[in-house]
């Protein structure tokens, strides 16, 4: 049996003994006809980001087939008030079988599917941040001849009741078990129905942020994928939130995805890890285990790019009060190794050389240095977005740095990298002078949409955003208001649990 099919948790790669990029329309019918699924329904991220569902009941085979294959109207100016106008509004959602999953939550059998938008003419909508995800890949494939891999940190808290016993330690949270923490089971059930959506999960552990506040307990805690194609990578987050949310309102739980909740706590963001591949063999390392130079350009384009990435990755105003110095979150364009105070991080990647499985555990054989496949493992990591953010537009952002930085010549990528600051941590007192000399990100809304207008010939070379979106995400940013918001907010302490309140449940 294939070792990417035994154990999968998703109920139609067990069945179909495929991996869900081999699926078919005769694979999902033969499915549903098998296993006495009764309804189907299509699901697509509006505007706003959330997943809107679209119910089907299956009459006879011959109307599953003919939505499978035909899809259905929707109402395109109610999902994108920004890009579509109400007089010409139809749009066609078409689903995509290799996202085909069981629903964990209905109590009638259910297939859901992703599915992607077309316009009148069978066109595919370019409004949709899914399709413009799709064509940054394909302009990186076309300019690299490189595939663009990522995977996510999903961060968010859980809010119960307070509780006297084994209360956990403040902002100590980071990694403890029961009974300090109390929703490990709880994520644990989430990472279970995440994967049986098909999400392909590194791991899930509690985070550092654990506070108190209006006799409530506030628990941060994360869940990591694994690297995949960036579409797929995107799609899982999407489908993640979805799971966490559900399961929390089973549960009688809260849940926020916000970016900050409150000021001097650890705020939640959503890190994207990136690689590079090429015949499916990862580039991020040279021969000698070092950081590469296709690794390195790569950086570069998110170094020269990364103040207007935030105009994806951080859209509303509690995202700037995440992004403060003296927290982990970043504040200046910088890199580093193993460094949390930089923008882009080169997490550790088993360089070594060394057998460590075979030092810990005497009876085991060494691997061999054909079985070795410890380097395939090497990312870069982007940690200044959040789950405010449009995953498909991040995503697409991140993809175009990234071409931009292989573009650029050789001897200025690297000139870039080199100029800046590698494994320091830059919010150390003795090296206060040398971020002056670094760029700093955003501090509002309104200063992303600045820089992202700066730059945004960057993002739309090679058609991959367009320019009607762009003028969205910008006019979305400056309606805010926010230019001098933390000054507002310093006067009147109100005015944060306000936004707070606003944002709770963004994305």
């Not at 509004?89 to 999953?101: G, H, K, N, Q």
Request: aromatic share 10%; glycine share 6%; charged share 25%.
């Amino acid at each position: 049996m294939d070792k990417l099919i035994a154990m999968n948790p998703n109920a139609l790669v067990a069945f179909l003994q495929k991996q869900p990029e081999e699926f078919t329309k005769a694979d999902i019918l033969r499915f549903v006809e098998e296993n006495e699924i009764l309804m189907v329904n299509f699901m697509y991220p509006g505007e706003d980001g959330r997943l809107k569902s679209l119910n089907f009941v299956i009459n006879d085979r011959l109307y599953l087939e003919t939505i499978l294959t035909e899809g259905e109207r929707v109402d395109g100016s109610s999902l994108y008030p920004s890009f579509v106008e109400a007089g010409n509004s139809d749009l066609y959602v078409i689903p995509r079988f290799r996202t085909a999953f069981v629903d964990p939550f209905a109590e009638i059998p259910t297939l859901c599917l992703l599915c992607s938008f077309y316009t009148k003419d069978g066109s595919p909508f370019d409004g949709a941040p899914y399709e413009t995800l799709l064509r940054s890949a394909e302009a990186f494939r076309r300019k690299t001849g490189f595939e663009f891999e990522a995977m996510g940190e999903l961060e968010y808290y859980v809010i119960t009741p307070a509780e006297p016993l084994f209360p956990a330690t403040d902002q100590r949270g980071y990694h403890e078990s029961a009974p300090f923490t109390k929703l490990g089971d709880f994520r644990q059930e989430c990472m279970d129905y995440i994967a049986r959506t098909g999400g392909q999960i590194k791991y899930g552990h509690s985070e550092v942020g654990n506070f108190t506040l209006n006799d409530k307990v506030y628990e941060q805690n994360e869940i990591e994928f694994l690297p995949c194609p960036v579409a797929t990578a995107a799609d899982q987050l999407l489908l993640a939130k979805w799971v966490i949310r559900n399961l929390a309102y089973e549960y009688g739980l809260d849940i926020t995805f916000a970016p900050k909740i409150i000021v001097g706590e650890a705020g939640s963001g959503l890190h994207i890890h990136m690689r590079l591949t090429r015949d499916g063999h990862n580039l991020m390392l040279d021969e000698q285990r070092s950081l590469s130079k296709v690794a390195r350009r790569s950086i570069a384009g998110m170094m020269l790019l990364a103040p207007a990435i935030t105009a994806f990755g951080n859209k509303n105003p509690t995202s700037y009060f995440r992004l403060v110095p003296h927290q982990e979150a970043p504040t200046n364009v910088c890199w580093g190794d193993s460094n949390r105070s930089a923008l882009v991080r080169v997490p550790l990647g088993w360089t070594s050389g060394r057998d460590m499985c075979a030092a810990a555990n005497p009876l085991e054989q060494p691997v061999s240095e054909a079985e070795d496949r410890t380097r395939e493992k090497q990312t870069f990591e982007m940690r200044s977005p959040d789950c405010s953010a449009d995953i498909y537009q991040l995503m697409a952002g991140l993809c175009v740095a990234a071409r931009v930085g292989l573009e650029l010549p050789e001897d200025e990528a690297l000139r870039i990298t080199a100029g800046k600051y590698v494994d320091v941590n830059i919010h150390a007192a003795e090296n206060a002078h040398r971020l002056e000399q670094l760029d700093t990100l955003p501090a509002s809304c309104a200063e992303s949409a600045d820089r992202l207008e700066q730059m945004r010939a960057y993002f739309e070379a090679e058609d991959v955003f367009r320019p009607r979106m762009l003028d969205g995400i910008l006019h979305a940013l400056r309606a805010h208001d926010d230019r001098d918001l933390h000054a507002r907010a310093a006067a009147d302490p109100q005015l944060m649990q306000q936004l707070v309140d606003k944002f709770f449940y963004c994305g």
